[in-house]
């Protein structure tokens, strides 16, 4: 029966790939040639690690995740009939390891003979670090280009509580622990000021080192004008930081005259006034996401990637990254037959201690019986890093944040303030430390004891799952511990990680782990699955949306 149905579904899929290829032959109907087609991606916050549904009634298709877009420009380097790609900022990526694999998809794109141009209304540091890998960076004659530079701020609110008569009660193992220290210090900690000022230097010293790589400009030339900015749009193009000012409709212009001469085909579109674009999300989803045809008698190999997002809970919490949910999920890959590999991608600071390590260890099951590759996003420490070592490969941007192998836990002590606002408690406790976690009193020395007992035991079986997990002495794993965090770079020198690479490094080394050859087709399943519908088929929404022609003005 269980066979039966999966040739069912086979033959389903092929089905729904009749039909996409249809319509997507109507993406490439008014152009016809080869090479003349011209993707239009938009870039900007609203880029997710997760696959995100855009509503019933929405007349757009939904933001591509980030691996999806980074595997729409793998396929458009390869395509044939693209031409190039334009590039919409419409704010900064989400974050710095973001920006990184990025501006790697547009690097590959011009080595593979496509040409990239970039436009925005206004720049920030992090889009601009991804524009200025492209053949030609455009802005509005009235934006500005806001590269500042990196400032990093921490609030401290011991200052409050002492005033509201609250006091927290910490405790921490690892000296550089210091995620409770705005709750007990007013300033850094000296080992907090370096740790973060090193940090904050690598990703300073990779955007001058970027922008004066893709603009031609020397990195001295570059700091300085880090330094005078902000800058407008016509003194950033004088810098030779932008190469014109351009309204939409010109950068249109520009796009005909550069690429539709000597193409009847082109300059006789549809729309005669526009040159022809292609949005990303509808090349991704009726050409880029594209497996073949389906063997109908055995499935192709698949490939589950799934995101770790956000903070590490118990239970089975709606937000974050729930325990339940999650070992669920991993347990239901391990068992799937149809699954070959999976990929985790951690964007994670950590979390509650208990769930890390009941997570750690379904990953853990779960790599004995398949390749589990780890990809880390902006952040993975503390019970984010701990995930990640239970995989057999780890991969992590020059810039993300790792480490932090260190335990911190506490609570407030409210006594004060009750004083003051005139509350009054009477306890009736049976057991010595009843009232252990209460917050109308601090910790006895024997309680601060025997919490820190504790927490050092999380420390050691912390630092045994990183030995174990990354191959690394115990000396090893002490001189990254201590609640120290590390930029990707460094990290892999001390063992922590295997590679630098993103979500496309990680599918390459996940082919390998199948011996797959190269061009092999597979399927590949992002999770958590947030279906348009519900009730329907998957396939369902991948034909909501037809593709769409767009016109450089956007609106």
């Not at 212009?253 to 509808?282: I, N, T």
Request: aromatic share 8%; proline share 4%.
């Amino acid at each position: 029966m269980r066979s039966l149905r999966g040739v069912g579904r086979r033959l389903g899929a092929n089905g729904v790939r009749v039909i996409k290829r249809a319509r997507a032959r109507s993406l490439y109907g008014a152009v016809g040639t080869e090479g003349n087609t011209w993707l239009l991606v938009r870039l900007g916050a609203q880029l997710s690690e997760r696959r995100v549904s855009a509503g019933l009634g929405s007349s757009e298709p939904p933001p591509l995740a980030l691996v999806d877009l980074l595997r729409t420009f793998e396929v458009a380097g390869a395509d044939s009939r693209v031409a190039g790609v334009l590039l919409r900022f419409e704010g900064g990526p989400p974050g710095v390891a973001a920006a990184e694999p990025l501006r790697r998809a547009v690097e590959s794109l011009r080595a593979a003979g496509k040409t990239v141009w970039a436009w925005s209304e206004g720049y920030d540091a992090l889009s601009y670090y991804v524009a200025s890998a492209a053949d030609r960076v455009d802005v509005a004659p009235t934006g500005s280009l806001q590269l500042l530079g990196l400032r990093s701020q921490q609030p401290f609110f011991k200052g409050l509580l002492d005033k509201l008569g609250v006091r927290a009660e910490v405790v921490r193992i690892g000296s550089n622990k210091a995620a409770a220290d705005p709750l007990v210090r007013r300033a850094m900690a000296e080992p907090q000021r370096e740790q973060v000022t090193a940090y904050q230097s690598e990703v300073f010293e990779e955007l001058v080192r970027a922008i004066a790589s893709g603009r031609g400009l020397s990195e001295e030339s570059v700091r300085g004008l880090i330094d005078e900015g902000p800058h407008g749009a016509e003194a950033a193009c004088r810098a030779g930081l932008f190469d014109a000012l351009r309204y939409p409709d010109e950068v249109d212009a520009s796009l005909r005259e550069a690429f539709g001469q000597g193409s009847g085909d082109v300059a006789e579109a549809a729309d005669a006034d526009a040159f022809p674009l292609v949005e990303g999300g509808a090349y991704f989803g009726w050409v880029a996401s594209d497996a073949g045809w389906r063997p109908v008698l055995h499935e192709l190999p698949r490939v589950a990637y799934v995101v770790v997002e956000g903070a590490i809970r118990k239970g089975r919490s709606a937000r974050g990254v729930s325990s339940q949910r999650y070992s669920e999920l991993f347990r239901k890959l391990k068992d799937d037959e149809q699954v070959s590999g999976v990929i985790v991608r951690i964007a994670s600071p950590g979390g509650d201690a208990v769930a890390s390590d009941l997570l750690h260890r379904e990953i853990e099951r779960l790599s004995r019986r398949k390749p589990v590759v780890v990809s880390m996003a902006d952040v993975a420490a503390s019970g984010g890093y701990y995930l990640a070592v239970a995989g057999d490969h780890i991969l992590a941007e020059k810039t993300t944040l790792t480490g932090s192998i260190g335990v911190v836990g506490g609570k407030l002590d409210l006594s004060g303030l009750y004083a003051r606002l005139g509350i009054d408690f009477e306890s009736i406790e049976r057991g010595e430390r009843a009232g252990l976690y209460s917050e109308t009193r601090g910790f006895t020395p024997a309680e601060r004891q025997a919490l820190r007992a504790e927490m050092q035991t999380l420390y050691e079986a912390f630092k045994e799952r990183v030995a174990a997990g990354r191959s690394l002495s115990e000396r090893d794993v002490e001189r990254a511990a201590q609640g120290r965090v590390w930029s990707g770079a460094r990290a892999r020198g001390l063992g922590l990680v295997d590679d630098l690479g993103g979500p496309l490094e990680a599918l390459a080394k996940m082919r390998a782990r199948l011996a797959l050859a190269p061009g092999a087709r597979y399927l590949l399943d992002v999770y958590p699955q947030r279906r348009l519908f519900p009730l329907a088929p998957e396939w369902f929404s991948s034909l909501v949306w037809g593709p769409r022609r767009a016109n450089v003005d956007w609106d």
